[in-house]
């Protein structure tokens, strides 16, 4: 049985794409670790407005950190190795490996990233699209 979707409206062709990133971002892991803020930052300076992503990694270093852009998709990945010359009495602090997917609209660039006092902070800009304007001559028919 096929499923019947919103974007299967008539009028609304080559929207397949955007139906398969709502897939995937229903199928992306529900899971809480680690804990984010997505929020929109105010243009400043001559500077456009940014959405800011900040991802809570306490314990986490630079090397332990890989951010991929890939396929219209913003992937955060964390690979913790346990110091076996510690003994732990209680481990409350969580340092487990995790990858954290955010899927980007056509064109979010991802400007920066920085990591400090245990807050990975990842700057997007949207580039708006150029107007486009053109006029498409009616051709005479053959027949």
Known sequence: ??????????????FEEIERLIDRTGKGGGEGYPPY??????????EKEKLRITIA????????????VEDNQL?????????KSRTYL?????????????VLADGIEV???????????????RHEPDK???????EAGKG
């Not at 803020?37 to 001559?46: L, T």
């Not at 209680?90 to 955010?102: E, L, P, S, V």
């Open 75 to 83: 992937i955060v990945r964390g690979r913790h190795t346990d110091d």
């Open 132 to 138: 486009l304007v053109r006029r498409i001559e009616i």
């Open 111 to 125: 400007k920066a990233a920085e990591l400090s006092n245990g807050l990975l902070v990842i700057d997007l800009v």
């Open 37 to 46: 803020n997505i929020e929109r930052v105010a243009a400043n300076d001559g």
């Open 57 to 68: 990694l306490a314990g986490f270093t630079r090397d332990q950190l890989e951010i991929v």
């Open 90 to 102: 209680y481990r409350g602090i969580a340092t487990r490996q995790f990858t954290r997917t955010f």
């Open 1 to 14: 049985m096929s499923r019947l979707s919103v974007l299967s409206n008539p009028f609304l062709l080559g």
